[in-house]
Each structure stands twice: as C-alpha cells, then as structure tokens.
C-alpha cells in the first residue's frame, strides 16, 4: 500500500449534501461535484459507486463503509461496520499529511508501501527481549541476572569476531555439552577434573588430549601441564624425562611430603633399580641397574629404624646362596662358598678398625658384642635331657688337595688375647677369658666354672694346657702353679688315694692310701714325717 496522507479537509460550512467539498490537498480543486458527495454521504449513491480523483487517486468503497465529515479539528472517518473490511486506499505523493487509525482497526501495507507512525515514541504493546522489557523508548542491557539473553531455532554466528567476557561459559547445573576448538590457550592452571575416556588417543602432543585413557602406543608429549587427574591407565610404555629431585612424587601432600619420591637431580645418573612383577606365588624382584656392578643401600631417616618384614621367614641371598635364614624360630647363618683365605666365613665387626667410639658416657660399661640368653626355655613335659648347650661351636676339617700338609696349631676357638690398654688407661687386671660366677638356682647339684676335657684320637691326648705362671685359688702367682693357702674348709691340695704308676716319671707324686710317695731319678720313694 501507498503511504496515504491528507494534509488538510477544510469544508466551506456544514454539509448539508449541496454543498461543495473542497480544500483536499490544499486549496486544489478535486472535481468531485456537490450532489455527488452529498448523495454519498447521505447514503443515496449505490454502495458499489466510486468516488474518483481524490487526491490524483481513486477511493474504494464497498458494502458497510460509512464516511464521516469533521470540521473541527477538520477530519474525515471512514469506517467499516460489521463483517465488512475497508479494502484499501491509493495514495498519491503527498507524504505530509496524517491518517489516524481508530481503536478496533488495524492498518496493514502492501506492494512497497510502508507504514509508520510520526509522533509515536513507543511500542503500542511493549516486548521482553532476554528477560528486560523493550517499548522502544530507550537502549537497553540484557543482564544475567534477569535471565540472561536466549538464541533459539538457530546458530549464533560471530563470524571472525570474538567473544569477549570476564564471566563464565556455561555454570554449574547449566554446563556446556561439548565444545569444538582449534586452539585452546589456558592463563591459569585447570581447575576441576578431566573425566571420560578416549577411544583413541594416538599421541599427547600439545592439541591431542583427549580423555583420561591413553591408548597404547603413546611415545610422545610436549605437555607441560594436565591438571589434577582421578584417574589415569596407560597402556604401553610410559617414559618420563626429568632433572627434577622430585621427579615423580606422589602423595597427598604432592612433593612436599610424598609417600614415593624419584630423585632425577644426578647429572651423570645411570643407575636405577627395575622392579619384576611374576606370577602368583612368585613374589616381586627388586634389581639393580646401570653398570656392572651396583650397589642397593636401603636407608631410614634420623633414628627411625629399618625393618625388614618377612610373612614365616625371611632370607638374604648372596650369589644365589642364601647364607643367612631367619624364621620365627631360629636364625641360620650358612656360607656356601669361599675362594681364599682371605673370605672369613663369617666377620662381625662392631666398629670399623681405626675409628672406635668416641665421647662414650662416662663411667660406664661399653659392650663389643652382647648375646643374650637370658630367656626362660620352657620344655615340652618332663622327660629328662642329658645334655643341653647354649652355645654350641664345633669345629671344622681342614684337608689339602695334593700331599699331606702340616697345621701347626689348629684351633676351634681362638682369643687374641685380653683387651688392651690404649692412650690415658689404665688397667688393673685384664683377662682374655673370664668366667663369671653365677646363681645358678637350688635345683643345680654342681655347678663347674670350667670343664676342660681331653681329646680323643690323637697320639697324645690332654685335657688342658696351662703355661706360663698359674695361681690355683688365688691371683698374682709367681710360679708355675702357685696353691691357694689352705683354710679351715679346704686344704691348698688334695691328693686322693690311688695305685701306683707302672711306670712313674721322675718328679711324679702318688699316695697309695698309706704312704704319700715320689718319685726321684730311678726310685720310688716313701716321704715319712716324723
């Protein structure tokens, strides 16, 4: 529809019908005769009559349409009663002038025409646009806090623009489902965790992550960074290059703390240790790796101790061997092989040679070595036991692989002598063995300080051997046997009654029940006493 517009309907007096109409656009005469208006108007034309020229253009009017003439404020109504619609009118150029639409009607253009209103400043009917009501009299925000702004039925296209906000994407209960990205740059670290799992995941590099799960065949990564993961299962080979003291830690506390720490900080590292896992049953190998050989030193921390745990035993293995055994009942000690003179079988050394103790607490007594045995020995029933030892040693073979070789002196045990008196000691007696006495309980019979029995097999066989100065009941001797002085319980020697020698040595001494005798050079004499 064209714009339509009447500047101005001024009329020469009442119509009556006779009278002329005049002024439409102007002053400018429209050729439209009185009667013709008149009998319009008044209801005398047919409604199928055209009224012509008004304007330069041409006025429909069909069944049901009246016109109203006002001369104040100088207006003309055409309306449309009942079912009847008023079709349309035809304008010419004037764009000055202005039509008004009553309540109930409505206006709609066709063709190119346009429609507008001239003083309106608002919306006849506001709208809400993204939760904020819009009437057209002012710019307005869409804001989150009003129910933020809605694209529906279509993409949101930014084309090369960017999308720009110091707020979130998406909040919590209203997450983003899926996103697609070139790139995505992170400035701060990711918060929150990754979860899901990848169908594939042919490398990590920096734009291939992708999931929690890493296919296998992973070999390379330039990510600095993934966060903190619940869960990660690599299938493959896993390499992790690092100079760090806290390579891989792991822990609650991170490195702070960790429960496991690598330390990668070794410039020339070459050493490792490879842990085995084996089938059922077949225990775990912990081994050492790097050059030919390498040393594994378990280590605690201050005080703490070390402890190692076995289930019913526990073993260490030397060259395959296993030359120490401990079980909940005892602990065995077996060497299994040796080359040379030089391999002790077995070396306890408490302190190095040369460095000893320093700053001990003084006025007390410092042990080498304390084996205690004080434990009570609770033994099944009452059934009797000849023999019981609590230290038992028994000595070795010796053999020579070719001809027969001498030992000079061959020893089960030796003792290389009393302790030694070093700078600033002083030693009042020191003793290279020394047996203390000991409450040995009123159900002991006898009790013996030292037992020494001869040897069997041998050419000669002796029980003891004592040399140098000897004191029998008594310290500080000054000959070979030098005899306690006798008291009134015991005497400083008993010789027992016996049979002669067959055949005695010169210096031998017997008594024969009677007569105490000796023996000199050749006879055997009677000592009498008078």
Avoid at 36 to 60: F, M, P
Avoid at 119 to 144: E, M, P, Q, Y
Wanted: with cysteine.
């Amino acid at each position: 529809m064209t714009d339509f517009a009447v500047d101005e309907l001024p009329l020469a007096s009442a119509l009556d019908g006779t009278e002329l109409l005049y002024g439409l656009q102007g002053s400018t005469d429209v050729g439209i005769t009185p009667s013709q208006v008149a009998d319009y108007i008044l209801g005398r034309a047919d409604t199928s009559e055209l009224i012509r020229d008004v304007v330069g253009a041409t006025l429909v009017a069909g069944s049901g349409i009246s016109i109203s003439v006002d001369d104040s404020p100088n207006t003309i109504t055409i309306s449309a009663t009942g079912s009847s619609a008023f079709n349309g009118i035809t304008g010419g150029t004037n764009t000055t002038a202005a039509m008004i639409v009553g309540t109930g009607a409505s206006l709609s253009a066709t063709g190119s025409g346009t429609i507008h209103a001239t003083s309106s400043d608002t919306l006849h009917t506001a709208r809400t646009i993204g939760g904020v009501s819009f009437n057209g009299s002012a710019n307005i925000t869409v804001a989150s806090a009003t129910g933020g702004f809605t694209v529906s039925g279509g993409d949101l296209a930014l084309g090369a623009n960017n999308l720009t906000m110091t707020g979130s994407i998406g909040a919590t209960g209203a997450r983003v489902t899926k996103g697609w990205f070139t790139d995505l740059q992170c400035t701060n670290a990711m918060a929150g965790d990754i979860t899901g799992n990848a169908a594939t995941a042919s490398a990590v590099a920096a734009a291939n992550l992708t999931g929690a799960t890493l296919a296998a065949g992973v070999t390379a990564s330039s990510l600095t960074s993934v966060g903190t993961l619940t869960g990660l299962a690599v299938a493959g080979q896993v390499a992790i290059t690092s100079t760090n003291a806290a390579g891989f830690a792991v822990g609650a506390n991170g490195s702070t703390t960790p429960v496991l720490n690598i330390d990668c900080s070794v410039a020339s590292q070459v050493s490792g240790i490879t842990i085995q896992g084996k089938a059922s049953g077949s225990g775990v190998t912990i081994t050492a790796t790097g050059g030919t050989n390498e040393a594994i030193t378990i280590s605690s921390k201050g005080n703490g101790a070390a402890t190692l745990v076995g289930g019913s035993s526990l073993a260490l293995s030397v060259s395959g061997g296993s030359p120490v055994s401990l079980t909940t009942s005892s602990i065995t000690f077996t060497n299994t092989s040796r080359s040379s003179t030089a391999n002790s079988m077995f070396v306890f050394t408490a302190l190095a040679s040369g460095t000893g103790g320093s700053s001990l607490t003084a006025g007390s007594e410092v042990l080498g070595l304390y084996v205690n045995l004080a434990a009570t020995q609770t033994h099944a029933s009452n059934t009797g036991i000849t023999t019981q030892r609590d230290i038992r040693l028994v000595g070795s073979t010796h053999a020579f692989q070719t001809a027969t070789g001498t030992i000079t002196d061959a020893m089960a045990v030796y003792i290389a002598g009393a302790p030694i008196a070093g700078t600033n000691c002083a030693i009042t007696t020191g003793h290279a063995l020394y047996i203390a006495a000991a409450a040995v309980g009123s159900g002991t019979a006898a009790s013996y300080g030292l037992t020494v029995n001869p040897q069997t097999g041998a050419t000669a066989n002796y029980g003891s051997q004592l040399l140098g100065l000897n004191g029998l009941g008594r310290g500080t001797p000054t000959a070979f046997a030098d005899i306690a002085a006798s008291t009134t319980a015991s005497a400083s020697l008993r010789i027992r009654s016996g049979t002669a020698p067959t055949s005695p040595n010169e210096g031998d001494m017997w008594y024969d029940g009677t007569n105490l005798k000796f023996r000199d050079s050749s006879t055997s004499r009677t000592i009498t006493w008078t």
